[in-house]
């Protein structure tokens, strides 16, 4: 079975990723399409870039890299967790993608992203130019939250609407389509 990597970015206290990439998850889950695995930037706590060597060569220095490699390298397909800072994907996310190279390759990935009224979406146009030199293929399949705190309940959960649930479905039944044909590529 495929795994699925669902990478929650945001790494500040009280965030919102956290429960929006937990209903993701059990959406994944129910799907069936794939072996689930969440991984968590706040729990990587990857500094910021140190290694020497330009991550294409892997020849990595420091264990904290190498576990992260191995992570990543397990993945079959990503769905990004992110919120929208400035216009743009958060700094945490975009030192957890710089510190890899080859291990990204011939992967797909979606998109779940929150936010105000734009609901991370300017982002995910950020992100999909980064990813794409890396050689992964971003879909157009996403799912985008506006007004993110209307979802979450009195515990902290998120309750999606009909919408969030749709795009979800929609989202991972790309993500599995391609991770198949992507397959010889990853081989």
């Known amino acids: 079975m495929l795994k699925l990597q669902i990478i ?3 790494t500040r206290p009280g965030r919102v990723g956290l429960p929006v990439g ?23 706590n990857l500094p910021f870039l140190d290694e020497p060597n330009h991550p294409r060569l892997r020849q990595y220095t420091h264990q904290h890299t190498k576990d992260w490699s191995a992570t990543i390298d397990s993945g079959d397909a990503y769905v990004f967790v992110m919120p929208e800072y400035n216009y743009g994907m958060n700094a945490p996310m975009k030192n957890a993608i710089d510190y ?20 991370g979406t ?11 030199t890396l050689k992964m293929v971003p879909l157009p399949e996403a ?18 609407n009909d919408v969030m649930n749709t795009s ?9 389509r391609y991770a198949e044909a992507l397959a010889p590529l990853r081989a």
């Open 22 to 44: 937990q209903w993701f998850a059990e959406r994944a889950q129910s799907h069936g399409g794939f072996k689930v695995e969440v991984v968590d930037l706040a729990e990587i």
């Open 122 to 132: 300017r982002a995910v146009q950020m992100a999909k130019q980064v990813v794409t």
């Open 100 to 119: 890899l190279h080859q291990e990204w390759q011939h992967k797909p990935v979606g998109f779940v992203s929150y936010g105000g009224v734009s609901a």
């Open 8 to 10: 929650i970015t945001s």
């Open 168 to 176: 979800a479905d929609a989202l991972l039944a790309e993500l599995l």
């Open 143 to 160: 799912v985008s939250i506006p007004f993110v705190a209307q979802f979450l309940d009195d515990e902290g959960r998120i309750q999606p």
